[in-house]
Structure formats: C-alpha cells, structure tokens
C-alpha cells in the first residue's frame, strides 16, 4: 500500500518538476518560491478537514521539527530552482536521487531503525541508476557551484523526509506535518523575496504547479509516516526517472539505452529494498 502511494508521489512531482522549468523561464524564480509553498496548502486544506484530529504546533519538540524542516525546505527549494534555472528539470532532481543516502545516515541516529549491508548495496545500485542517464546532461554539473548547488539540495531534501518521519512516530498527522511545514517556508520566502511584480496569468501557472506537487507531496508524507523510511525515500528517488520520461514525451525522443538500463536497475533495486527492509 505504502509503495503505491511513494510511487504515484514520485510520479505526480515528477511531472511538477518537469512543469517547474517552464516558470523558471517566464517568471524570476525566487519571488514565486513563497507563493508556491504557500499554494501548495489550498490544495492540501480539504484533507485537514476531513482527518480531523487535535494539532500539537506548538509543543516545544515538535514545533522545533516543524521550524527546522521549514528552514531546510526553503533551502532545498532554492538550490532546486536554481539549478532548474541554470540546466534542466532532470538536473534539478538529482537532490530527491541522493536523499536515500542521507536517509541511510540519520535514520538509525533519529528513529533507531536498523541499516543492513544489504540496504546499503541496494540504496547505492539505485543511487547509481537514478543518476547514470543525466550523468553529462549539461557540462555545468562538473563545475564546483552546481555540485556544491546539488549536495546542498540533496542534503537538505533528506533531511526534510527523515524529519518528516521523525513527526509521524510523535504523532503529528499527515496535514499538520505538511501545511505547518509549508505555511511557514512560504512566510520565510516571502520576507526574504518579495513577490514584487507577479501577474494574474502567472499566479495561474504557479498555481497549476502547485496543484501537482502538493498532491505528489501529501502522498509522500502520507508515506514516509508509514512506511518503512529507507524503502520510502528510495522509491521516491526515482523522481530524476520520471523527469526524463516527461522531458523524452514532450520532446518525442525516445529515451537512449543507458536510461532504459537504469529503470531497470531502479526497479530491482527497490524491489530489493522491499524484500530486505
């Protein structure tokens, strides 16, 4: 069950990431980054309503995890839009393919979950496959800035999904973990980068991204909180695979050898995960 839910969360922010490059080109990134968080709640309020459920914001433990995955969730954003700006959405998915790594690390130190050999050799095959196909898409990866620009993502975007199971054995449901989160990254963005000079017609495309990503995000909460954390993160790795498959559809190339090579070793190495976790 869980891994459906991962799956169709990696598919649904696939295809948000992939729409991200269109507004990246038309609208100055930074000033729609607290307008999307924000967005990303009216389409996840329904669900807050329908759970129902006593939120706990402000006790001190949780209130901290809550600020804390704001904050790196404003920095993963800004490096993925950043990177977004400067090469391709495929590029900018390269953070969500190495999250796992990061998993494996604060796991144990966070939830005591056990990491076995077997996870680890699994979690770097599908590292490796997830991140062979983009391996030369633009010479710009081998600079320093947009590796330092793809760590920072990657590190903060583990962290966000650890954190975000770290909320679900507290407690917190699937809307607190989600809205809180995104309501306060979008009052930070919005302080730090003023949405001067967004017109009607952009605010319809920031809210039509929103409206994939938020459904892909819930979903992803809903399975981080309830699934196993090393085989969630991982299958939500895959995002970098449906980016290429997007991109490969809309400019109706077929996809070359290497990438069909690498969805394969993704697939195996997650089924892998769902055996050995």
Not at 45 to 54: C, E, N, R, S
Not at 78 to 92: D, L, M, T, W
Request: proline share 4%; aromatic share 10%; glycine share 6%.
């Amino acid at each position: 069950m869980f891994e459906l839910v991962a799956v169709f969360a990696a598919l649904t922010m696939g295809l948000g990431t992939f729409l991200t490059k269109g507004i990246t080109t038309q609208i100055p990134f930074l000033t729609t980054l607290g307008p999307l968080f924000l967005f990303n709640c009216l389409f996840t309020l329904p669900i807050a309503f329908v759970q129902g459920g006593d939120w706990v914001v402000f006790e001190p433990k949780i209130l901290a995890l809550h600020v804390s995955a704001a904050i790196t969730s404003v920095i993963a954003g800004y490096f993925i839009f950043v990177i977004i700006k400067r090469s391709s959405a495929s590029i900018s998915s390269i953070s969500s393919t190495l999250s796992p790594a990061v998993a494996l690390v604060l796991a144990p130190i966070w939830l005591g979950t056990s990491v076995s050999a077997l996870q680890v050799v699994a979690v770097i095959a599908l590292i490796a496959a997830s991140l062979y196909p983009i391996r030369s898409s633009i010479p710009g990866l081998r600079l320093g800035k947009t590796i330092f620009f793809t760590l920072s993502a990657a590190l903060a975007a583990g962290f966000v999904s650890v954190n975000i199971a770290v909320l679900g054995e507290e407690g917190v449901s699937v809307s607190e973990t989600f809205i809180v989160r995104q309501v306060l990254a979008g009052l930070i963005c919005l302080a730090i980068f003023p949405p001067r000079g967004l017109t009607k017609n952009d605010l319809f495309k920031l809210t039509q991204r929103a409206s994939l990503i938020s459904v892909g995000s819930i979903a992803s909460v809903y399975a981080l909180q309830g699934g196993e954390i090393i085989l969630m993160v991982s299958i939500l790795a895959t995002v970098s695979l449906w980016v290429l498959l997007f991109e490969s559809l809309s400019y109706k190339s077929i996809p070359d050898r290497s990438t069909i090579i690498a969805a394969v070793i993704a697939i195996v190495g997650i089924v892998s995960l769902r055996f050995i976790s």
